[in-house]
């Protein structure tokens, strides 16, 4: 709830909230501190008294007189000490004004019945109302109108009693009155005072949780933009794969882990064969359709610590940690029969769907990835050549297995290192991929 500190008219004359719902808060919010004080008020008066009849006994000795008011007192004892009980167990009941207010006025009652059957002492009797006076202003914790009618009570009953008993001279009595007054007036400032600091803190409490809140949501949502704005500048908007940046900084945080651990790391260039003819035949929104579904088949066979992003137009890399050829190949195939299988609704049935996949792997020495992905660029380039919807490892198959394996085409002589005499790369390359060598500006 929000609140105008600046507002003067905040509070009406009883030191309370306008708005009765924020009255009703601020109430709900120092319940239990009520019932604690109100708790704690009663246990002292029903201990004063029980202290006072000691006052009366050596006033009074043991007449009747005495026994009437130490049971009063002990009424007043017994209420006091069941209202606390009653407080501590349901701490809502110190905020009814009818259990306080019905108890207070019981122990006025007593206190004026003490003034009129006590002996004049007057020095004692002016103490104790004062005392009493300051105590339903200060100490029980009620609401203005009912401190004001408990104390005009207390003013009208003192008046009545000295005029009742007619012992106290008139001077005494006016002096005795205008303490009172006194008392009252100040009690009546101090409370307002200190209910009005009350509500202003609460008031405040209440701003600075609401401006905490709103701060939070900015935060919050700054977070959220943040995110949003990581997301957008890693991420390629068409197919939600890594962007060709993040790709390389993934990729290279791979490379470094599998140089210090000493584990293999392989690398597949996925082309969608002929995609030019499929944008030019159906569109370039389907081309783009396309693309998402490849994307997904990548996806679908990579295990979470892959990486795959978007090199450019219709290729995409991809980036297997923990992975030597065999198993590249593997997935390279799985790929390449998934995007075979692919039907989409945009397309005619029998329009044909196909990637390439060149495969490699980082060699023992190599600190760049741009080696490897040469190599598995010039193996997708020598798929290309061969016929496309292939996949081509750039790499000897294992002992024993022919240059078909793992559903792959193996090439050996498309190893070649880059840091190689270019003289020898440059005949192997002739020799190997002489019709589809991938452009030199690539890397
Ligand atoms: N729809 C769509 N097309 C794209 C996008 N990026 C690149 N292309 C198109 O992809 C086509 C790539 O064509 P080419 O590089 O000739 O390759 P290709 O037709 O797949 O032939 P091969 O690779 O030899 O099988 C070009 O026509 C580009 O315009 C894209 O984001 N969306």
């Known amino acids: 709830m929000a609140v105008n500190l600046g507002n003067a008219g905040l509070l009406n004359w009883r030191a309370e909230f306008h708005d009765p719902k924020m009255e009703a808060l601020f109430r709900h919010s120092i319940l239990s501190h009520n019932a604690c004080q109100l708790s704690l008020a009663l246990c002292v008066i ?38 606390a009980l009653a407080v501590w167990r349901q701490p809502a009941l110190a905020q009814r004004a009818l259990p306080v207010n019905l108890v207070g006025l019981f122990s006025i009652t007593v206190l ?13 009797h002016v103490a104790s109302l004062v005392v009493a006076s300051m105590a339903l202003y200060l100490f029980l914790p009620n609401r203005l109108p009912w401190m004001l009618a408990g104390n005009a009570y207390l003013l009208v009953g003192f008046v009545g009693t000295t005029l009742f008993s007619a012992s106290l001279p008139p001077v005494l009595i006016m002096t005795s009155l205008l303490l009172l007054l006194f008392t009252n007036l100040l009690g009546w400032l101090s409370i307002t005072h200190l209910k009005r600091l009350k509500r202003l803190q609460f008031s405040m409490l209440l701003e600075e949780r609401s401006a905490n809140r709103r701060l939070k949501e900015e935060i919050a949502e700054r977070k959220a933009l943040e995110a949003r704005l990581r997301y957008m500048a890693c991420t390629d908007g068409l197919t939600g794969v890594a962007n060709r940046r993040h790709f390389f900084e993934l990729a290279t945080q791979e490379l470094r882990r599998a140089r210090r651990d000493g584990t293999p790391l392989a690398i597949c260039m996925v082309d969608v064969d002929l995609f030019k003819r499929l944008n030019d035949h159906h569109g370039h929104a389907v081309g783009d359709m396309v693309l998402t579904r490849v994307a997904d088949c990548c996806r679908s066979v990579l295990r979470e610590c892959d990486v795959v992003g978007r090199y450019g137009g219709e290729e995409f890399v991809i980036v297997l940690p923990l992975a030597d050829l065999a198993t590249a190949a593997i997935v390279g195939e799985r790929l ?17 769907l196909s990637v390439t996949v060149g495969i490699s792997q980082l060699a023992p020495g190599e600190s760049r990835l741009d080696p490897a992905l040469l190599r598995a660029d010039r193996a997708l380039y020598a798929g290309k050549a061969a016929g496309r919807n292939c996949v081509v490892v750039a790499g000897a198959p294992p002992p024993g297995a022919s240059h078909r394996y793992a559903g792959a085409l193996w090439r050996p002589e498309l190893t070649i290192l880059l840091d190689e005499a270019p ?6 390359q002739a020799a190997a991929v002489p019709a589809a060598e991938p452009p030199p500006d690539r890397f």
């Open 423 to 428: 003289a020898t790369a440059a005949a192997v």
């Open 112 to 124: 004026l019945l003490t003034l009129l059957v006590r002996p004049l002492h007057e020095g004692l």
């Open 336 to 352: 390449r029969q998934q995007v075979s299988a692919l039907q989409l609704p945009m397309l005619p049935p029998q329009t044909p």
């Open 46 to 83: 029903a201990l004063l008294f029980l202290v006072f009849a000691l006052a009366d006994y050596s006033l009074l000795g043991k007449s009747e007189g005495f026994l009437l008011l130490l049971s009063a007192r002990l009424v007043t004892v017994t209420t006091c000490l069941l209202l």
